[in-house]
């Protein structure tokens, strides 16, 4: 019986610290495993940010541009740039915000509808930037002389296309 015990515990004495390292191996690679994913999100994410930070900008002046001259070839060849960048790296209601910025220049109808999705568009990039939400209609009071006159047609246009996308409730114009 002495000798059983005996060589239960040199099995034990020897196995234990197998066990314990294996668990610590097993521990460690999980461990690793949810660094790297980690890792490799937070890299995709700055390689986003980075590839989407002019968009504003870039849309800004193509809504400046379109204000000045609406039949320009040129704003229509920017416009094209502009929304290939935003299918390549912008997030899905970006995505949906230019489609149907896309949709308004196509049709050309001469309303704010086109200048509201550029507004709206401009709103979402920021919000996907930094976390902000500015007001869609700070372009027009920026830029629309006339603004006070002009206000319930351009909230009319985007609350529109905020209901219709159905984008986010801070986005609507009171």
């Known amino acids: 019986m002495k000798d059983i015990i005996i060589g239960t515990l040199r099995i034990l004495k020897y196995n234990i610290p197998s066990l314990i390292s294996l668990i610590g191996i097993i521990i460690s690679h999980f461990n690793?495993?949810?660094?790297?994913?980690?890792?490799?999100k937070k890299m995709k994410a700055e390689i986003i940010t980075e590839k989407i930070e002019d968009l504003?900008?870039?849309i800004l002046n193509i809504m400046h541009n379109t204000i000045k001259d609406p039949n320009s070839k040129e704003n229509v060849e920017d416009?094209?740039?502009?929304?290939?960048k935003v299918l390549s790296y912008g997030s899905a209601d970006a995505v949906k915000i230019a489609c149907c910025v896309q949709q308004a220049a196509y049709k050309n109808d001469g309303?704010?509808?086109l200048i509201a999705g550029y507004s709206?568009?401009?709103?979402?990039?920021k919000y996907d930037l930094t976390g902000?939400?500015?007001?869609?209609?700070?372009y027009f009071q920026l830029k629309l002389r006339d603004y006070v006159d002009q206000r319930k047609e351009v909230i009319k246009f985007i609350n529109l296309i905020v209901k219709k996308l159905n984008l986010k409730k801070d986005f609507y114009v009171k």
């Not at 690793?32 to 490799?40: A, G």
């Not at 416009?79 to 290939?84: E, R, T, V």
């Open 132 to 138: 902000q939400i500015i007001s869609p209609e700070s």
């Open 111 to 113: 309303s704010y509808k």
């Open 56 to 58: 504003p900008l870039e």
């Open 120 to 125: 709206l568009l401009i709103t979402q990039l």
């Open 32 to 40: 690793i495993k949810k660094s790297y994913k980690n890792d490799l």
């Open 79 to 84: 416009l094209s740039k502009f929304i290939y």
